[in-house]
């Protein structure tokens, strides 16, 4: 017999941990036998001490055991998604989603909330009025053969375990752990039913890997885990040294995403990496060469098609339309504060981590386990690295509903800024492709 404190000593003092201990310590979190704390305590020492790639997988398929692999072999079509390792203003789901359904592909996506500094597409999605995330498996896979696409939570059907585990991580400082981030993406990615998948792994000061070594090594455990389950894996390294896009928050950056979808907006970054990525995953599921594909993607965007996805969606997971299609009825927050620039210069580097923290701050994430969200709350960053500024230019803008909060996350944000007389190099969006 088993006992919590054995297993978390063993795992503190660097010890490998056996398929039945990791199975106990998952289970009996899942059921509720061991407590947050403990769970807690085991995590940091993961955090610290690692896995070995055995451990990992056994930790991989303990977390997927706990929920059903959904079957989806009677839907036609290539199952596809994309997943990201999580960053600042990262909103390509939203738009990618939609895009490659209207491609043909058929997408079944399971998210996750906002983790640590990160926003998360789950957050996001439920600022819609009404937009259920969490569904049966019967109803997922009747949304996903309807629309084409469907956009869920974890569930007590789908990887319960990464619900509990993903959501003890976001409060608990225990994020950025190589094995901790493969077993929860890749938990839910086998479980959902996919063929193939592309994985985002951010670099950078907003990602949780800062370096491009220690994002090629989480790259290759992803694509280790996915190859022993026979899926085509893809994986891009990708820029997190600034925010994607302008808008940090969860509803606004609904707004950023559907403004892109209906050819309203020119962020250029958010629009640029949505087009690559989902030209992997039709290339990945159909052999097609990545040049036509981004074609394909980017006359989804041009007409409209990937729009009328979203808003399919949007209304058979039970959204209100009403708002997606006039986004002034959507309430306001109550401040609205603008950041000036203290100094002149090109602006060469931005802490990317910060501007997530004050985001959460702000309320746009959570403190503690079970916190609310504030729908409406964020950062709109108007200036990224290489743009010019003047002393007094409006490089920022706050939105909150809390007085008191304004003036410390105004000051997290200056402090992320850094000038300089030299225009910086140009950021490389998409740093390297591995498969
Ligand atoms: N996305 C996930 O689903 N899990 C992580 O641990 C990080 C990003």
């Not at 059907?157 to 619900?163: I, T």
């Not at 403004?259 to 052999?287: F, H, N, P, Q, W």
Request: glycine share 10%.
């Amino acid at each position: 017999m088993f006992t919590p404190y054995e297993i978390i000593r063993k795992k503190r003092d660097g010890e490998a941990l056996s398929k039945e201990e990791i199975e106990y310590f998952v289970k009996g979190y899942t059921s509720g036998g061991i407590p947050d704390y403990q769970v807690s305590s085991l995590l940091m020492s993961i955090f610290f001490t690692g896995m070995s790639d055995e451990e990992l997988l056994h930790l991989t398929r303990a977390m997927m055991a706990t929920g059903v692999i959904v079957d989806l072999s009677d839907i036609p079509g290539c199952k596809a998604d994309k997943h990201s390792t999580g960053g600042v203003g990262d909103k390509i789901s939203l738009i990618l989603a939609p895009l490659a359904a209207a491609c043909g592909l058929k997408v079944p996506m399971v998210s996750g909330r906002g983790l640590g500094h990160t926003g998360g597409t789950i957050d996001k999605l439920e600022s819609i009025p009404g937009f259920r995330t969490k569904m049966s498996i019967e109803d997922y896979k009747k949304i996903l053969k309807k629309v084409g696409l469907v956009m869920s939570a974890q569930s007590d059907d789908l990887v319960p375990a990464d619900r509990k585990l993903y959501a003890l991580r976001d409060v608990t400082a225990t994020v950025e752990s190589i094995p901790l981030i493969t077993s929860s993406i890749m938990s839910k990615k086998l479980a959902e039913g996919i063929d193939t998948l592309v994985l985002d792994v951010k670099v950078g000061s907003g990602a949780f890997m800062k370096n491009i070594d220690d994002a090629r090594a989480l790259a290759q455990k992803m694509v280790q885990v996915g190859k022993l389950y026979g899926k085509k894996v893809a994986v891009y390294l990708t820029d997190m040294s600034q925010p994607l896009g302008r808008e940090i928050g969860n509803w606004s950056e609904v707004v950023e995403s559907i403004k892109v979808l209906r050819g309203e907006s020119d962020v250029e970054d958010v629009i640029e990496l949505t087009v690559v990525l989902a030209a992997e995953m039709i290339a990945l599921c159909s052999g097609e060469n990545i040049s036509n594909a981004s074609e394909r993607v980017r006359n989804a965007l041009k007409s409209g098609a990937g729009y009328e996805k979203f808003i399919e969606m949007v209304r058979a997971q039970g959204g209100d339309v009403s708002v997606v299609e006039d986004l002034s009825k959507y309430p306001k927050p109550k401040i609205v504060r603008e950041i000036k620039a203290s100094a002149s210069g090109c602006v060469t580097s931005i802490d990317t981590f910060k501007i997530g923290v004050a985001a959460v701050k702000l309320g746009a994430g959570r403190l503690k386990v079970g916190d609310k969200v504030d729908p409406v709350v964020g950062i709109t960053v108007l200036k990224k690295i290489g743009d010019k500024v003047s002393s007094g230019d409006v490089i920022a803008i706050v939105h909150a509903n809390e007085e008191n909060i304004v003036k410390p996350v105004t000051d997290e944000i200056l402090s992320a800024y850094k000038f300089s007389d030299a225009k910086p190099g140009k950021q490389e969006l998409v740093k390297e492709r591995i498969a």
